[in-house]
């Protein structure tokens, strides 16, 4: 993922995040920012099958994870985990 700071909007940045998935067929970036909702950021495939997705948020801290096909997987680009309330592990990232 990849943050930056977006001018005229004070405390928010530019989340890019990015997955390398051959043959999803849809992905879906979740966490708490979203509610953990499958609709609010679904991600989109180019050429060379990266799925992508850029949101804009506050300052804090973020757990996340994508959905691939109905199936939960973590970001292979952050090595940063937090166990979460089912026994498995979600991403986090703090954004300043």
């Known amino acids: 993922m990849e943050k930056e700071k977006i001018k005229g909007k ?3 940045r530019r989340v890019a995040f990015i997955l390398e998935v ?18 609010t950021h679904p991600m989109k495939k180019d050429d060379k ?4 997705k850029t949101v ?4 804090g801290r973020y757990e996340y994870r994508f959905l691939v096909d109905g199936q ?4 292979p680009r952050n ?7 089912f026994g498995t592990y979600n ?3 703090v954004v300043l």
Do not use: P, V
Not at 56 to 59: D, E, G, R, V
């Open 49 to 52: 099958e990266l799925w992508k």
């Open 22 to 39: 051959k043959g999803a067929g849809n992905i879906a970036l979740m966490g708490d920012f979203n509610n953990w909702n499958e609709k």
């Open 79 to 85: 090595n940063q985990l937090c166990k979460n309330s």
């Open 91 to 93: 991403n986090f990232l």
């Open 72 to 75: 939960w997987q973590n970001d």
């Open 10 to 12: 004070t405390g928010k």
């Open 56 to 59: 804009f948020l506050n300052s």
